[in-house]
Structures are given as structure tokens and as C-alpha cells.
Nanobody
Framework: QVQLMESGGGSVQAGGSLRLSCAASGSTYTNCMGWFRQAPGKEREGVAAIDRIGSTIYADSVKGRFTISKDNAKNSLVLQMNSLKPEDTAMYYC?????????????????????WGQGTQVTVSS
């Protein structure tokens, strides 16, 4: 079992930055960790993912603005979000998998992740 806890969400104006963190505990071997988000009335979507050797995947909508990084020794995950837009407003979830970083339509594929955090809210105002 892996337990995940996110932190760092909040409210910011468009163009601002936020840094999300995710701490993993328990059985901490994970090969792939990622960030997903879900806005009200919309499906959960993959934002970014990173595997154990540092290969990354980003959704097109966040490329060049968001950066995912991982500390394997601490089994922690960070999402640095810059140039935030109102459409980035969502609940952001950290997820982990002991398997490959599967993708669908260029995004991390949610069903491939077996462990999820509770989420942290990000609100971007115009």
C-alpha cells in the first residue's frame, strides 16, 4: 500500500505560480508518479507524469508552463505551475503506480494508477 498526501494548493491570479507537493509513505516503491486534475462537471484528466529514471509526460495544455519533478530518495513529487490560467482551476490529485507510465491521447492514463491522494484545490482567477 502507498499513501499519498498533496499540499500546496491555493488561490492565485492568472499569470501567477503555485507549487504542489506530494509525499508518499507506506510501501514506497513506485515506478510512475503523476498529477491529475478534475474541474467541476468535467472528467479527471492527466496533467503530467514522471517515471523512476526521470522520463516525463505532459499534457499539451500545460507544456512549457508546468514542470514535474521527483525525489526518488524521499519518494516525493512536485508540480511547479507557472503562468497559470483560469482554465487550470481544478482539484489536483497525486497518483502513483508500480508499473510503466501509460498514456492515452498524450496524457497520463488514470486507470493505470492504483494509488491516489485526496487532492488539493487550485483556483486561478482572471
Amino acid at each position: 500500500q502507498v499513501q499519498l498526501m498533496e499540499s500546496g494548493g491555493g488561490s492565485v491570479q492568472a499569470g501567477g505560480s503555485l507549487r504542489l507537493s506530494c509525499a508518499a509513505s507506506g510501501s514506497t516503491y513506485t515506478n510512475c508518479m503523476g498529477w491529475f486534475r478534475q474541474a467541476p462537471g468535467k472528467e479527471r484528466e492527466g496533467v503530467a507524469a514522471i517515471d523512476r529514471i526521470g522520463s516525463t509526460i505532459y499534457a499539451d495544455s500545460v507544456k512549457g508552463r508546468f514542470t514535474i519533478s521527483k525525489d526518488n530518495a524521499k519518494n516525493s513529487l512536485v508540480l511547479q505551475m507557472n503562468s497559470l490560467k483560469p482554465e487550470d482551476t481544478a482539484m489536483y490529485y497525486c497518483a502513483a503506480s508500480g508499473d510503466y507510465c501509460y498514456t492515452r491521447n498524450g496524457r497520463p492514463y488514470a486507470p493505470a494508477f492504483g494509488y491516489w491522494g485526496q487532492g488539493t484545490q487550485v483556483t486561478v482567477s482572471s
